[in-house]
């Protein structure tokens, strides 16, 4: 795995953005979804939806997969 960031791109609400996360926030973000059998792009929007307007939606993400991790 790199520890380079890799852009991906996603789909939140109809419209596309891209988001740079290293390669295993990306594997780890994959694994949650499917452990909630969510589509990666529905938990890219609750994550996006729940985010303070001054925080960046790769750092949400990266964020909230910590703390899943964390948390398990």
């Known amino acids: 795995m790199s520890g380079r960031p890799v852009k991906r791109s996603l789909t939140l609400r109809?419209?596309?953005t891209s988001v740079s996360?290293?390669?295993?926030f990306?594997?780890?973000f994959r694994e949650i979804a499917e452990?909630?059998?969510?589509?990666?792009?529905?938990l890219a929007?609750?994550?996006d939806?729940?985010?303070a307007v001054?925080?960046?939606?790769?750092s949400a993400i990266r964020v909230?997969?910590?703390e899943r991790l964390r948390a398990d």
């Open 14 to 16: 109809g419209h596309r």
């Open 21 to 24: 996360l290293e390669d295993a």
């Open 26 to 28: 990306w594997t780890a």
């Open 35 to 42: 452990a909630e059998a969510k589509p990666l792009n529905q």
């Open 45 to 47: 929007a609750e994550i």
């Open 49 to 51: 939806a729940n985010r």
């Open 54 to 58: 001054d925080v960046g939606l790769a």
């Open 64 to 66: 909230f997969v910590l």
